[in-house]
C-alpha cells in the first residue's frame, strides 16, 4: 500500500513538472539595420569599379533627401518637411516597381514600452500611407515599430529624443 502511494506521490510530481517546461521563445525581431555605415555597405556597390548598384539601398540613400522621417513629441503626422523627404522617396520606388522596403517606427525613451510600440507603429503607417497616397503599391511595403528599443542616439536630453522619433525606410535587397 505504502508503494502505491509513493509511485502515485512520483507520478504526480512528474505530471506537475512536466508541465511547467520552459516555453520557447517568441521571435525575436531582425537586428537593427546600421545606417551610419559608408554608402557601398551591403554588396550594393559593383566588384571592381566601386559603383553604387541601381535599385539598392546604397542607392536609394544616395539619391533620396534622406530615408528618415522626424516627428514631434507624442506626433505621427506628416509635417511639410516629412512630404519633402517621403516626396523624394516616392519619386525613387516609382523608378523602381519591384523593390520592396521597410519602414521603421521609432520613439524617444520616454512613456511605457507598449505606448512606444503602438506610436512607432502609428509614425511607420503614416509614412507608408502617405506613400501609398503618392502611388507607391501597399504591397510592397511593410512596417515594424522598435518603440524605444533601437534609438539612433544616446543620452536624456531634447536633443537626443528629438533623434529617436523617427520612421526610417529601409530597402530590402
Known sequence: MASLKT????????????????KRPADLPPPPVDNSGPVDQGGATGPTTGAVVPGSDADFRRSVTSNTVRFGLDQYDIDPEARAILDSQSAWLQRYPNVRITIEGHCDERGTREYNLALGDRRANAAKNYLAA??????????????????????SDDASWAQNRRAVTIVLS
Open 7 to 22: 509511485t502515485l506521490v512520483a507520478a504526480t510530481i512528474l505530471v506537475a513538472v512536466a508541465g511547467c517546461a520552459k
Open 134 to 155: 503618392r502611388g507607391v503599391s501597399p504591397d510592397r511595403m511593410t512596417v515594424i515599430s522598435y518603440g524605444k528599443e533601437r534609438p539612433e542616439a544616446m543620452g
